[in-house]
């Protein structure tokens, strides 16, 4: 099976991901029948372990109900509101009335029965019943007939006042809430639709598979990566890429384990969020229950998936305002969770000690600068292809010096340095370290001689004309080798004398494995190096879009997140990233203001990305950014005026004390004026000043193009 999303990533250029070590033999645990005599049965589990659970918990968690939402709202166990908001009457008004249509209905009722109003009311009954039902000598009778009419008055009169009085909400909102009792579990459903007993999986024949993941299930030996993982696979059976002879043994054999990641882990050590790998969703926040929110989202769980990331999404706060903890962390550790239930590949980047989670979250660490660092960063990506290495490289040393306006590139760069790495690459069969390619980006006229020598020996006489176009450019005015030397010195240093190996002494990483469910995580030397990091954080987004727009099995979702893409934003990554949605990826960034963006690019930044976050503490001019991508609506405007009513007469003063009474309010006039105006949705001056702290205005938008408008969102909830 080497298409479920779990297979190795051996025999690609990066082998980031080893396999565990297989269990030594005489590890299973011996049948009953076949132990040794006087051998006390193996137990159950470690001294000291807590005791494995019933899996009631997981049963409950994969049967709770997941209803189609809108986008962003948490799915799990989600009871779905009215678009619209219903009309909430004050308590005070909705009691008042309740009480004086009891009175009136009373009142009407008295009237009736002492005969106030006459006896018209007894006419209907005297004309449809037979005199000798209505005056027989059977007292009984007469009793029944006449008193069963009574009651049918008196029930028409309660539900006639009961309507005006609005009885029903008065029972929901205060009587209801206080008789009702503790829910009951729902029964399991059918076992044809119970999830747990992969009604799918018998449909196709699996029978014994089915049984052993059912049984797994009730013992709590599963997990929910596992269900997630195994879920997996089998989409890649039914799709045609996997046997399912192959897929129903491996079951039957490991149960819940089957198909298991290359590392090994079945889940992460700890969780910092909440959750849902059924849906893949991660829960960051929850909608505030605020008038500017539709009233569908107020008060709901605010999610993110795949299905969001995949229009990439962009951050934006001053350092502290959550950034990191409440948006970047979590989404890297749902990631983590998609991986190794075999359906993601993730890449975090960040400074060394930002907060992107334990090493052990993941399966490579690259911590470029530090001498312990186990793993190395590919320069050129992986690739073979000298043309294809230079456009990237010369995205990550120049890309942020092209002119900022969208339709800039960086192709003078790119043929400066294609013109050195093909012919060196068709001379050692290699790329150029960091410090031969400084030399030859220089121009010195010994490194440029030798490769000269060893081409024209070699008899490449398309790389000697290659490299004869390069020593003409020397030195005239505008050549770019000279930038590209200065720019490649900055990692030309000695804390990186160990880094971006070509020599293959190194164990690099390549976002070639993009293809693999890997985890890695990027350290940046922030401290002393703050250029070399941009320009690596540039390497690394040019080497993922171009990696991921070029896989040729999509299926696994890939993401890359920046948390400070502060000196990453060009002409160039923006017309990528916008290509990433058709390629089943997205990269998330974020940044301490929209001043690190040059001016010409936010605006086709915000636009290139489906989801946009403003975060509390913003400045006015971001603000401003958002205001406009974000746009307006129309709304309605009620004008309202109140004049107060005057009462000249004694029963006008006591029926406006008894309305004030009812009310609340003073007995008025009111004129209201009703305009349809057009309104930005959130203006500059409510992003800067409005949102509460830890709270966020998040926009969202799924692949299949579904909206949501901006959500004021509390991240701490």
């Known amino acids: ?14 082998t980031p991901v080893p396999r565990p070590a297989a269990p030594p033999p005489g590890s299973a645990v011996p049948r009953a029948g076949g132990r040794a005599p006087g051998v006390p049965p193996r137990p159950a589990q470690a001294p000291g372990a807590s005791p494995l659970p019933d899996g009631a918990a997981f049963l409950a968690w994969l049967r709770a109900p997941r209803p189609a939402t809108l986008p962003g709202i948490w799915r799990f166990a989600h009871s779905p509101r009215p678009e619209r908001e219903p009309e909430v009457v004050p308590s005070r008004q909705l009691l008042s009335g309740a009480l004086i249509s009891f009175l009136v209905g009373w009142l009407l009722w008295s009237l009736l029965w002492n005969g106030y109003l006459g006896g018209w009311w007894v006419l209907p009954i005297e004309l449809f019943l037979p005199d000798a039902w209505l005056y027989s000598g059977d007292r009984i009778g007469n009793a029944i007939v006449w008193n069963g009419y009574y009651v049918l008055i008196a029930l028409a009169i309660m539900i006639g006042v009961g309507k005006l009085g609005r009885w029903s909400e008065v029972w929901r909102r205060f009587v209801a809430p206080r008789l009702r009792r503790r829910e009951a579990p729902a029964p399991p459903p059918p076992p044809g639709e119970d999830p747990a007993h992969w009604p799918q999986l018998r449909a196709a024949g699996a029978q014994d598979a089915a049984d052993r993941l059912a049984a797994d299930a009730r013992s709590g030996l599963m997990r929910d990566v596992d269900h997630a993982r195994i879920a997996r696979a089998w989409r890649s059976v039914q799709a045609g890429r996997s046997p399912l002879a192959a897929f129903s043994d491996a079951v039957v054999r490991d149960g819940a384990a089957a198909c298991m990641h290359p590392s090994g882990d079945r889940d992460l050590p700890q969780r910092a969020a909440r959750h849902d790998l059924a849906t893949a969703q991660v829960r960051i926040g929850t909608t505030v229950d605020d008038p500017r929110n539709p009233y569908a989202y107020r008060g709901t769980g605010l999610a993110l998936g795949p299905d969001l990331l995949g229009t990439s999404l962009v951050a934006v706060g001053p350092g502290g305002s959550g950034k990191t903890a409440r948006v970047v962390w979590p989404l890297a550790e749902s990631l983590c969770l998609g991986a190794l239930a075999g359906r993601a590949a993730v890449v975090v980047v960040g400074a060394a000690g930002a907060g992107l989670g334990p090493a052990e979250d993941y399966d490579v660490v690259v911590r470029v600068g530090h001498p312990d660092s186990l793993y190395d960063l590919d320069l050129y990506g992986g690739t073979d292809d000298p043309d294809e290495a230079a456009a990237v490289l010369a995205e990550a040393l120049v890309g942020d010096l092209v002119d900022p306006h969208p339709s800039g590139d960086s192709r003078r760069s790119t043929t400066c340095l294609a013109q050195l790495l093909g012919p ?27 490769l000269r020598k060893a081409l024209q020996q070699a008899g490449h006489d398309a790389m000697i004309r290659e490299l004869d176009a390069r020593e003409r450019q020397l030195g005239h005015p505008g050549d770019p080798g000279a930038v590209l030397a200065d720019r490649i010195a900055l990692l030309d240093r000695p804390a990186f004398a160990a880094f971006f190996d070509t020599s293959g002494r190194s164990t690099p990483f390549s976002l070639r494995a993009l293809d693999h469910p890997v985890r890695v995580r990027i350290d940046l030397p922030e401290r002393g190096h703050a250029d070399a990091s941009r320009i690596l954080a540039r390497l690394v987004l040019a080497q993922f879009t171009a990696s991921a727009a070029a896989r040729e099995d999509r299926s696994l979702f890939a993401c890359l997140v920046l948390d400070d893409a502060s000196g990453t934003v060009t002409p160039e990554s923006v017309r990528r990233i916008q290509r990433l949605r058709s390629a089943n990826a997205g990269v998330v960034m974020t940044l301490r203001t929209l001043d690190d963006v040059p001016r010409p690019l936010r605006t086709p930044l915000l636009g290139a990305t489906g989801c946009r976050m403003a975060l509390s503490g913003l400045t006015p001019w971001d603000g401003q950014d958002f205001a406009e991508v974000w746009g307006k609506e129309w709304t309605e405007a009620r004008d309202v005026t109140d004049r107060q009513i005057i009462a000249e007469t004694p029963l006008g003063k006591t029926v406006h004390v008894l309305r004030r009474v009812i009310t609340g309010n003073a007995p008025t006039a009111r004129a209201v004026t009703v305009r349809q105006v057009e309104r930005e949705r959130w203006s500059a001056s409510e992003l800067a000043h409005g949102v509460p702290p830890g709270h966020a205005v998040l926009s969202l938008t799924d692949v299949r193009g579904e909206y949501a408008p901006p959500l004021l969102v509390d991240l701490r909830a």
Do not use: C, K
Not at 1 to 14: I, K, N, V, Y
Not at 425 to 448: K, M, N, Q
């Open 424 to 450: 060196w690459l068709a001379v050692h069969r290699r790329f150029p370290s960091v410090p031969e390619l400084r030399a030859l980006l220089d121009g010195s006229p010994g490194p440029l001689g030798a």
């Open 1 to 14: 099976m080497d298409s479920d999303g779990t297979h190795d990533a051996r025999g690609t250029h990066a």
